[in-house]
């Protein structure tokens, strides 16, 4: 079938079931279509704008949702260490003081 079609020449057929028109008219016609093309450019312009806002919107919520949860983790962090801290200087002063208890009678050395 596509070689078939190769062959014709499909521009006089064209032309002669397609309606003649004046210069004028023709050139408004143009016009009214080029008109036509460049609000249908600025629709797409336009939509193109609102959603890379809506993109950089939602960027930012994402930035600031993790800037969040990470500020979060870190002061958990803090207050595991600091509870840490305090419960090895609670050992480390009942250590002392059972080894204080244990040879404040005696002079030697503890052995292992």
């Given at each position: 079938?596509?070689?078939?079609?190769?062959?014709?020449?499909?521009?006089?057929?064209?032309?002669c079931c397609m309606p003649q028109k004046a210069g004028?008219?023709?050139?408004?016609?143009?016009?009214?279509?080029?008109?036509?093309?460049?609000?249908?450019?600025?629709?797409?312009?336009?939509?193109?704008?609102?959603?890379?806002?809506?993109?950089?919107?939602?960027?930012?919520?994402?930035?600031?949702?993790?800037?969040?949860?990470?500020?979060?983790?870190?002061?958990?962090?803090?207050?595991?260490?600091?509870?840490?801290?305090?419960?090895?200087?609670?050992?480390?002063?009942?250590?002392?003081?059972?080894?204080?208890?244990?040879?404040?009678?005696?002079?030697?050395?503890?052995?292992?």
């Amino acid at each position: 079938m596509d070689g078939f079609w190769q062959g014709w020449d499909l521009e006089p057929w064209l032309v002669c079931c397609m309606p003649q028109k004046a210069g004028k008219e023709t050139r408004e016609d143009l016009a009214l279509s080029a008109r036509e093309a460049a609000d249908r450019a600025n629709q797409f312009v336009e939509q193109g704008r609102e959603r890379a806002g809506e993109y950089v919107d939602r960027g930012r919520d994402y930035y600031e949702r993790g800037r969040t949860q990470w500020s979060q983790y870190v002061d958990k962090g803090k207050g595991f260490v600091q509870e840490q801290q305090g419960k090895v200087s609670k050992a480390v002063e009942a250590g002392k003081q059972a080894y204080v208890s244990t040879t404040a009678g005696t002079d030697e050395p503890i052995q292992s």
